[in-house]
């Protein structure tokens, strides 16, 4: 599913990744943690194509995306790849539906169509009577749930997300966790979670430790996809 070569990252004279290989299989939901500063957040970016490595390769689904040109990278991403941040991002003059519905407008699908999918999975996320409220008429674990349900409206095949339990009290990171296995079991996408949070890492179905732009104690995983 996600295949990284050899990815290297350098800003100025600060090397933030020297040499990573990773294998992700279809399905896993995997954590990324570590030490701040160890590289975890760039890792994440490269392998969402937000940002470019100094070499190596990423690959998804078997495309090399670090070989795209930019029009179709920004394609894919849109296409394959959805984002949950540790702050919801949502936009605050659009309403809950309207924030869902936003990545399928991009991608071109159809009003009635994108609708339908985000009332769909508004009504998943057990909000389906929030659906015209804004931002500002929303809990903390209500609009990181409309931002989770805004990264699945395109259907991709990854889940990429950065602390998103980060913002959370605990009642609403437990449910949040939940929630990731409980969407792995349903759409079967592959999800990979850069965090802090021990509660969840310890969850997940692999933990990658990462220091100082290295992976450590790396289990191997063979590739069936």
Known sequence: MIRIENITKSFGSLQVLKGINLLIEKGEIVSIVGPSGAGKTTLLQIMGTLSHPDSGSVFIDNIDVTRLSQKKLADFRNQH????????????EFTALENIMIPAYIAGTSQREAKQRALNLLDFMGLSERANHKPNELSGGEKQRVAVARALINQPAVILADEPSGSLDSKNKEELHQLFFDLRDKFGQTFVIVTHDEQLANVTDRTIHMRDGLLENLTTVTEND
Do not use: D, S
């Not at 790849?81 to 605050?92: A, D, W």
């Open 81 to 92: 790849i959805g984002f949950v941040f540790q702050f919801h991002q949502l936009l605050p």
